[in-house]
């Protein structure tokens, strides 16, 4: 089994609490506006038509004031096993749960805006270490994103989805793992999109909830449902994308709120909880208070509001229209997520698509809101994507192209 390296370090989080206090004391004191003029009652999807309602913000505030246990979420990092190293210069901080199992596959889980490694603590254990005994199992790494937690702050331009990319076969070949497996959505699918292309000889394969098609598809030969994804996916960035804008054009301006103001950044980072998941009102429907409190409480108390939205500017709309991916993929197109890639698009790039699932349930967030369903998503796409590589018989993905 491997062990850490004299470069990579333990490390343990604990926030001082005088931050805590000043959190709280922030929270008391907020300056909160007049409600929304959309103003429904509860529940009406409606309600957040301009953003995070007036009631729902002064309910979580509170809650984060009075009631939130940040000291629980740091217990639970460290019993799965917190560390750091440097690579290029750059502090990089990651979890890492090895599996009790000699036959575990190694797996780097990576996360996007706005998650943190909050978004895996949940899944991390059965990941590692099923119940089933003839289930895969995995040694899970799950790094912070640079200018995300407790990764360091990048102090220069250049760290986009590539160099990005690039750290993670660093990362994983200093903790002994010379070939992989990979998984992502959001940012963290975009970056396993790159490992994939890049990287053939060290990455297995890949399993995302994230594809991106290739520049120029048309919707000829598409089926009704897949033009209805296309439709919808063109839908949110003409409409609902300010965020991403603001974020690739200005973070630094928006930083400054992100990184002043505990209730901004909830406002931030909820609002997109909410629009993304896939619940008729509330975030809270399908996700734990905690666990999104837990990811918003990281940024706070990291101030990394600012140096998260530095993803934007480094990398949007910049995955190289070249990169083909030729390693086996495991693609899932979960139904409220906010972009969905037809297939027909995604298999210009992916070239070969061993397992292909559109579920009935789940948004952006599926480690949070459906933990059950994406810990047997992430198996059985790993699975196939290790079968494919072994030559050995699978279950193919069905036909089903909705």
């Known amino acids: 089994m491997p062990r850490p390296t004299s470069d990579v370090q333990a490390f343990e989080a604990h926030a001082p609490e005088a931050d805590l206090d000043d959190l709280r004391a922030r929270l ?7 409600t929304e003029t959309v103003h429904r009652p509860a529940p009406d999807p409606r309600r957040w038509d301009q953003g995070v309602p007036l009631a729902d913000l002064a309910e979580v505030v509170d809650y984060w004031r009075t009631g939130y246990d940040w000291r629980a979420f740091e217990e639970r990092l460290d019993d799965i096993g917190q560390f750091r190293t440097t690579i290029d210069g750059l502090g990089i901080h990651f979890l890492h749960r090895r599996s009790a199992r000699t036959d575990a596959t190694p797996l780097i889980l990576t996360h996007g805006w706005p998650g943190s490694v909050a978004e895996f603590v949940d899944v991390v254990d059965e990941l590692a270490d099923p119940e089933d005994a003839d289930a895969p199992a995995f040694h899970v790494v799950a790094p912070s994103l640079p200018g995300f937690g407790h990764s360091d702050r990048p102090a220069t331009t250049g760290w986009g989805t590539e160099r990005i990319a690039a750290a ?4 994983m070949g200093r903790l002994g793992y010379g070939t992989f497996v990979a998984q992502g959505g959001d940012w963290g699918g975009n970056i396993t999109t790159v490992l994939g292309g890049r990287f053939p000889e060290h990455v297995l394969g890949i399993h995302t909830t994230f594809a991106e098609a ?6 000829d030969g598409l089926t009704a449902a897949e033009r209805a994804w296309a439709e919808e996916t063109r839908d949110f960035w003409l409409h609902r994308a300010a965020y991403a804008k603001q974020q690739a054009t200005r973070p630094q301006t928006i930083g400054y709120s992100l990184v002043d103001s505990p209730v901004g950044l909830l406002a931030w980072i909820l609002d997109k909880f ?11 429907e399908t996700m734990s ?3 999104i409190l837990d990811n918003v409480t990281l940024y706070w108390l990291t101030r990394t509001g600012a140096s998260s939205a530095r993803i934007y500017y480094e990398s949007h709309n910049s995955v190289d229209p070249a990169l ?3 390693v086996p993929s495991a693609i899932s197109m979960y139904p409220r997520d906010i972009e969905k890639c037809p297939r027909p698009w995604a298999q ?12 009935e349930a789940g948004g952006h967030f599926p480690s949070l ?13 790993l699975a196939a994507v290790l079968a494919d590589r072994r030559g050995a018989p699978h279950r193919a993905a069905p036909p089903d192209r909705s």
């Open 274 to 284: 909410a629009e993304w998941s896939d619940t008729e009102d509330s975030p809270f």
């Open 348 to 359: 210009e790039r992916y070239r070969r698509i061993v397992r292909w699932r559109s579920p």
């Open 369 to 381: 809101e459906v933990p059950g369903y994406f810990v047997e998503d992430v198996r059985e796409g």
């Open 214 to 219: 290739l520049p120029g598809a048309t919707t």
């Open 324 to 326: 083909r991916v030729d």
């Open 168 to 171: 993670w076969v660093e990362l």
């Open 289 to 291: 208070r905690d666990r």
């Open 28 to 34: 008391a004191a907020a300056r909160l506006p007049e």
